[in-house]
């Protein structure tokens, strides 16, 4: 049973462009969602991450929203730069340290 | 670099050997995670350790798979008798509490290869 779901593998994007990688989730009792980024042979790096009592954060050019209805979270990525290419990981949990991830999406920023 | 280290980062073993897998973590975190991920998935959360304790090993198999996290040196997971289906990257991450809001940083993972 995937709790996280990211259901587009794969995204391109032009450099310059917004991008937007969307996470969806079943667990109504999630409550703290993070966004991690990992190059080929590497660890995940983290990025960003939002508490459920907010519905948006934002860092330099990357903002995460979360729409707790809907139980959707997305990523959005402005302006989009060639070194922005990787796959991105969706995680979440449920008030503990257990971090459930979703399968990833690979992001081509062209340049 | 005071970030996590994980060594090897590539191990390869023939069916029935046993792999160690070490992680020390970011200076100053006292709380260490073992996650490993399958080729197409995503990273599955097997155990998390303390000094000298283990607090939760609900996402570990229960046999063959064992960790540990001394009081001194590094985190050790280690696998017995290793399987063909054990291929996969293994990664360790450490925070500085086990709150969830205490983000976890992860090491560069040990890529597991069992002929």
């Known amino acids: 049973d995937q709790q996280v779901k990211q259901n587009s593998p794969s995204l391109s994007v032009q450099e310059g462009r917004i991008s937007i990688l969307n996470c969806d989730y079943t667990n109504s009792m999630f409550d703290y969602f993070l966004w991690y980024k990992k190059y080929p042979a590497e660890g995940p790096t983290f990025l960003i991450s939002i508490s459920s009592i907010k519905d948006k954060n934002e860092d330099g050019r990357f903002t995460v929203f979360l729409n707790k209805s809907a139980k959707h979270l997305s990523l959005h990525i402005v302006p989009s730069q060639p070194g922005d290419s990787a796959v991105y990981f969706c995680a979440a949990s449920e008030g503990t340290y257990k971090y459930i991830f979703g399968t990833g999406t690979r992001l081509k920023v062209l340049a | 670099n005071a970030g996590v280290m994980q060594n090897p980062r590539h191990l390869v073993r023939r069916r029935g050997q046993e792999a160690r897998l070490r992680c020390s973590p970011m200076k100053g975190h006292s709380h260490v995670y073992w996650y490993r991920q399958l080729p197409e998935e995503g990273l599955k959360f097997m155990v998390y350790?303390?000094?000298?304790?283990?607090?939760?090993e609900s996402g570990m198999p229960k046999e063959r798979f064992s960790a540990e996290f001394p009081k001194e040196g590094p985190s050790i997971l280690r696998i017995q008798q290793v399987v063909r289906g054990d291929s996969a990257a293994y990664f360790c991450?450490?925070?500085?509490?086990?709150?969830?809001?205490?983000?976890?940083?992860f090491g560069p993972g040990t890529r597991l290869t069992v002929l």
């Open positions: 350790l303390q000094k000298e304790n283990i607090i939760d």
């Open positions: 991450a450490s925070s500085s509490s086990g709150r969830n809001t205490d983000t976890q940083y």
